[in-house]
C-alpha cells in the first residue's frame, strides 16, 4: 500500500538545525513530485518545499528560502528537508505528499501522518 512516512522531528532551540525524513513506498516515485507541509494551530497549512520529479527542481516559499533545504536520495524513495537557523514561528507538524502534477499543484494525492517540529527555547 502506499505509504509517506516522516520522521526527524522533536524538540529544537531557536537558531538550531534539524533535518526530516520521508520514507516512500508503495507507488512509482518517478512520477511524483514530493512536498513538504507544515500546519500550525489556528493556521491554514503552508507549502514550504517540494522536489520536482522531472527535473529535480525546488520550491521555496519565502517564509522559509535561504533557511530549508529539500532533496532527495538516488533512488528517490527518500527525501529530506533539512532546516537551518529555525524561528519559534516554524513550530508546526510538518507533513510529506505526494503530487502526479507539479509541485505548485492543488492536488496531492498521498499524504503522511506528520511529524511535530517545536521551535523553543
Known amino acids: 500500500q502506499v505509504q509517506l512516512v516522516e520522521s526527524g522531528g522533536g524538540l529544537v532551540q531557536p537558531g538550531g538545525s534539524r533535518r526530516l525524513s520521508c520514507v516512500a513506498s508503495?507507488?512509482?516515485?518517478?512520477?511524483?513530485?514530493i512536498g513538504w507541509f507544515r500546519q500550525a494551530p489556528g493556521k491554514e497549512r503552508e507549502r514550504v518545499s517540494c522536489?520536482?520529479?522531472?527535473?529535480?527542481?525546488?520550491y521555496y516559499p519565502h517564509s522559509v528560502e535561504g533557511r530549508f533545504t529539500i532533496s532527495r536520495n538516488n533512488a528517490k524513495t527518500t527525501v529530506y528537508l533539512q532546516m537551518n537557523s529555525l524561528k519559534p514561528e516554524d513550530t508546526a507538524v510538518y507533513y510529506c505528499?505526494?503530487?502526479?502534477?507539479?509541485?505548485?499543484?492543488?492536488?496531492?494525492?498521498?499524504w503522511g501522518q506528520g511529524t511535530q517540529v517545536t521551535v523553543s527555547s
Open positions: 508503495g507507488f512509482n516515485p518517478d512520477y511524483y513530485a
Open positions: 505528499a505526494a503530487t502526479s502534477a507539479w509541485c505548485l499543484s492543488r492536488d496531492f494525492e498521498y
Open positions: 522536489i520536482s520529479d522531472s527535473d529535480g527542481s525546488v
